[in-house]
T-cell receptor
């Protein structure tokens, strides 16, 4: 089953604008990761935020994590046409002492209009 | 390029046939994961290895699926008696496990079409 749910499912903005995507999840997590997937290409890791962190930056990316609300957001500033892709949040949780692999949401499809 | 590689990239097979996919992880990574992704969905976890030991299997992994990682290097995923519902992208990922979770690096995937 898929734990994360991204919102919105699709987002279309003009180049140069900021894009914000949200992710909600259900169970306690060890960390939360964001991935990008371009059409026909594999998943690319963007950023990992641990459960004891609240905000993290990487270049034009800003991720927040609110464990009390079980939610995260990904902000892409000054968007570019090359940012057009599907963005997935994935949670990493441990149960029974072992890793269960990442649990992905369905993704947000982001389109950057030139 | 020292990223994760998968072979083949595409596979078309007839229902009932067996197929095998290969994944070569990043060489220093000790964990290897298999995921399945269908159109419009995010990847779903199937199984993972730490070194050569298969430590976790999803309930999605039916008895027709088997994965191996001999010697803790490359891995194979075999699907026996394929069904049309097995059509999907099969993704492999590897990571170097850390104390607070690990970043997984994905391969390009093997797209399976069962006719």
């Amino acid at each position: 089953s898929q734990q994360g749910e991204e919102d919105p499912q699709a987002l279309s903005i003009q180049e140069g604008e900021n894009a914000t995507m949200n992710c909600s999840y259900k169970t306690s997590i060890n960390n939360l990761q964001w991935y990008r997937q371009n059409s026909g290409r594999g998943l690319v890791h963007l950023i990992l935020i641990r459960s004891n962190e609240r905000e993290k930056h990487s270049g034009r990316l800003r991720v927040t994590l609110d464990t009390s609300k079980k939610s995260s957001s990904l902000l892409i500033t000054a968007s570019r046409a090359a940012d057009t892709a599907s963005y997935f949040c994935a949670t990493d949780s441990y149960s029974g002492g072992g890793a269960d692999g990442l649990t992905f949401g369905k993704g947000t499809h982001l389109i950057i209009q030139p | 390029d020292t990223g994760v590689s998968q072979d083949p990239r595409h596979k078309i097979t007839k229902r009932g046939q067996n197929v095998t996919f290969r994944c070569d992880p990043i060489s220093e990574h000790n964990r290897l994961y298999w995921y399945r992704q269908t159109l419009g969905q995010g990847p779903e976890f199937l199984t993972y290895f730490q070194n050569e030991a298969q430590l976790e299997k999803s309930r999605l992994l039916s008895d027709r699926f088997s994965a191996e990682r001999p010697k803790g290097s490359f891995s194979t995923l075999e699907i026996q008696r394929t069904e049309q519902g097995d059509s999907a992208m099969y993704l492999c990922a590897s990571s170097l496990v850390g104390l607070q979770g690990d970043e997984q690096y994905f391969g390009p995937g093997t797209r399976l079409t069962v006719t």
